[in-house]
């Protein structure tokens, strides 16, 4: 009888853990980050009201002294996009908290790159716009216009537009590049530091400038973070699902606090947070449970209008250096149409130089000036490489419709001469 109950309590013991185990893979329900622009009026208007309470509540000033006390170790290094990834996380979970029917927005700049000031974000319905340079670049306009920020001290949030002119926004990278790094980076640690300073940086300074909230160490106070930050996440998402092996993909050397480096693995603990970097890679699996309203992970590949477009756009030479999966002969490999549109939309003219940061800049920040530099170098030969190729293409399209009127204008005078 004693070893009845002994072997069933046992049985029962494994039975529970067992379903444990099972329900700890699943998520119950998985959430779905949606394109900013694509919010209704109405349902934006519950988003503000969610997102003045966390700024009212310090949950803002919270997440920028965390994000400030860590800052050294979690940009600049492999830690970049997970330990973002997570503290969205933690954002997202406070925002649940208070209307549970709300999930984080992102914004994708990329898709407004050549005017970013333009975007709708920066009017009075969402997050205001330029700061004003007269009264200590002070936001006085969109949702945080009358609030104030608690950290590092109690004053009005700053931003300082940096552009051509006032109050405009210099261009940053286009959808092409990031298509681009997208189907060149081999590895996570080369992608991470393609996108974290490139895109990345750009939007950071471009609204921060040299004076204002977006471009420090507690960034966080600015709403905008977030949506920002969520379209990085989102390009990373797009990378890990674009072949089998990247969603699992960790390396490169992590710098740790005491300035020396650590190989980056599966195993190792998030700043702060503690959490292993192998349990936050895939976000449709707990703690994470959420997903981008375009994200393609489906294993069969769809054909689709713009690969053609694009293939009889760019030359084999360009197409193998910077978009090597148009190339590909594999067709179950998933390509992601979503980027694609605007791809084929931002060759079709040329492609402005993006925003760069300045060498005292990045050292301002504490970035390796060499890491910095080769991919701000990548970016504008990008740019070069790609505008060479529209001007040839113009170029041909123009003599070959000059031949064409010569030979109409002949056939119109043998026509006349048979008259
Ligand atoms: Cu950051």
Redesign the pocket.
């Known amino acids: 009888m004693k070893y009845l109950i002994e072997n069933l309590f046992f049985i029962i013991v494994t039975l529970v853990s067992l379903i444990y185990y099972v329900n700890a893979q699943q998520c119950s329900n998985i959430v779905t980050r949606e394109n900013i622009l694509s919010i209704s009026p109405e349902k934006w208007k519950t988003y503000v009201s969610a997102f003045r309470t966390m700024a009212l509540n310090g949950d803002l000033d919270q997440l920028a002294k965390i ?1 400030n006390d860590h ?1 050294a170790v ?2 600049d290094s492999p830690q ?1 996009l997970l ?2 990834r997570y ?1 969205l996380h933690d954002f997202e979970t406070r925002l649940r908290q208070i209307d549970p029917s709300l999930a984080l927005p992102y914004w994708d700049g990329a898709a407004e790159f050549t005017a970013p000031h333009t975007s709708r974000v920066f009017s009075e319905s969402y997050f205001g716009g330029n700061g004003n340079p007269n009264n200590n670049y002070c936001v006085s306009s969109g949702i945080q216009a009358n609030l104030s920020i608690g950290y590092p001290e109690t004053r009005c949030l700053r931003r300082n537009f940096q552009g051509p002119n006032a109050n405009s926004i210099a261009p940053w990278q286009s959808p092409a590049f990031i298509t681009s790094i997208i189907q060149t980076s081999s590895s996570y640690d080369t992608f991470r530091q393609n996108l974290e300073h490139s895109l ?1 940086n750009s939007m ?1 300074f471009g609204i921060g400038g040299n004076v204002g909230d977006m471009i420090s ?1 507690w ?2 106070v600015d709403l905008l ?1 977030y949506p920002h ?1 969520a379209n990085i996440d989102r390009i990373w998402s797009k990378w890990q699902n674009s072949e089998p092996q990247n969603m699992n993909l960790l390396d490169g050397l992590q710098r740790r606090p005491d300035g020396s480096f650590i190989q980056m693995n599966r195993n190792r603990p998030l700043a702060y947070y503690g959490i292993r970097t192998g349990q936050i890679l895939d976000t449709r699996k707990p703690p994470l449970c959420y997903t981008y309203d375009d994200i393609v992970s489906s294993s069969a590949r769809q054909q689709n209008m713009f690969e053609e477009q694009l293939r009889a756009k760019l030359s084999p030479l360009l197409l193998e250096q910077y978009f090597p999966k148009l190339l590909s002969s594999d067709k179950s490999a998933p390509l992601d149409f979503s980027n694609e549109r605007s791809l084929s939309q931002s060759i079709d003219r040329p492609l402005p130089y993006p925003i760069s940061l300045s060498p005292s800049m990045a050292k301002r920040m504490g970035f390796n000036l060499a890491s910095v530099m080769d991919v701000q170098l990548r970016a504008h030969k990008f740019v070069h490489d790609m505008n060479q190729q529209f001007i040839q293409r113009t170029e041909s399209a123009a003599r070959s419709v000059e031949s064409e009127s010569v030979a109409d204008n002949e056939e119109v005078e043998e026509e006349s001469q048979e008259d």
């Open positions: 994000h800052f979690i940009h970049f330990w973002h503290f990345h950071h160490s960034s966080p973070f930050h």
